[in-house]
């Protein structure tokens, strides 16, 4: 009727699972395996916790982790092992939050990129996230959609904005020149 003591046994190299049993004794260089295999697993559950909650990304996840109190190493071998079963996925991740930020946000690729590289997402994670995003959105609506916002805002104002800001706003929310001039033409055609 001792302590429970639980971990995962991918986690151990040294020991072997079926070594393990009541008054076993273990080397220090085994025993320290097996405490850091508990501890890891600590850790796999607790980011399992965070995990059932919201899509996380690796990042973001272990910075968590890390206020928590977890070392580094356990951290690492449990979101390794999250990885391999795909409960933490950072194009996932990313995915979701593009589809969340597509809401209210106006943005073209390259400001969604930087925004997903500041989050920890790696650029080849970010990129594949940005062309599954962009094959169920076009980045022109998109484009389309942000000159409107910035018309409906700067319409409000008692001064409106020159021709020269619009192209500004619109080139600092991640549109590509040639995107923006398109837009541009095109709503100057129509009004």
Excluded at 51 to 63: D, T, V
Excluded at 81 to 103: A, G
Excluded at 160 to 165: Q, V
Aim: with cysteine.
């Amino acid at each position: 009727m001792g302590s429970a003591f639980f971990l995962r046994t991918v986690f151990l190299s040294l020991v072997k699972p079926e070594e393990i049993q009541e008054g076993a004794e273990f080397s220090d260089e085994k025993e320290d395996e097996i405490l850091d295999a508990g501890l890891t697993y600590a850790v796999e559950v607790k980011a399992e916790d965070y995990l059932s909650r919201a899509e996380q990304c690796r990042f973001a996840l272990s910075q968590k982790l890390l206020k928590k109190g977890y070392e580094k190493k356990h951290i690492d071998k449990a979101l390794d092992y999250l990885e391999q079963k795909n409960f933490l996925n950072d194009v996932r991740f990313s995915v979701s939050w593009l589809n969340s930020r597509k809401i209210s946000h106006f943005e073209g690729r390259t400001k969604l990129l930087s925004q997903l590289l500041a989050r920890g997402i790696s650029k080849n994670n970010a990129q594949s996230a940005l062309e599954e995003f962009f094959e169920e959105i076009s980045e022109y609506e998109l484009c389309e959609k942000c000159l409107e916002k910035i018309m409906r805002t700067s319409g409000s104002s008692s001064k409106p904005l020159d021709r020269e800001k619009i192209i500004q706003k619109m080139l600092n929310n991640g549109f590509s020149w040639s995107m923006v001039k398109e837009v541009l033409s095109n709503f100057d055609g129509n009004n």
